[in-house]
């Protein structure tokens, strides 16, 4: 499944109770890969945002943000017995499509 990365945010720091090395970095991301617009119903328009946290290992993946990137999730099941998924890693794949990086000038052109 393909996901875009909009925000990343590395953290590395000590928990000052504990004294533990807190480490990872922070995204948001969507369900999308083109962001072609999503009427869900009368009331509700658009994509809603999923936050995540990969390891530190992982920084390497994330190279262009915002971009497209192939995901892999881990799928586990809470304590009612609901499936969830866990993001673990991505693969880069491209940038956002140009459409929505172009300029405001750029637009006008078009």
């Known amino acids: ?14 928990d000052p109770k504990t004294g533990k090395q807190i480490s990872g ?35 390497y993946s994330i190279s262009k943000v915002p971009g497209v990137y192939e995901s892999k999730f881990l799928t586990r099941v809470n304590a009612k017995g609901q499936p969830i998924q866990k993001l673990i890693g991505v693969n ?3 940038t956002v499509p140009e459409l929505f990086t172009k300029t405001p000038d750029q637009k006008k052109a078009v």
Do not use: C, S
Not at 1 to 14: A, P, R, S
Not at 51 to 59: F, H, M, R, S, Y
């Open 1 to 14: 499944m393909n996901i875009t990365i909009l925000h990343t945010n590395k953290f590395d720091f000590e």
């Open 25 to 59: 970095i922070k995204l948001q991301y969507i369900f999308n890969d083109d962001l072609e617009p999503v009427n869900v119903d009368a009331r509700e328009k658009g994509y809603q945002v999923a936050d995540a946290v990969l390891t530190l290992d992982q920084e």
């Open 92 to 94: 880069y794949i491209t």
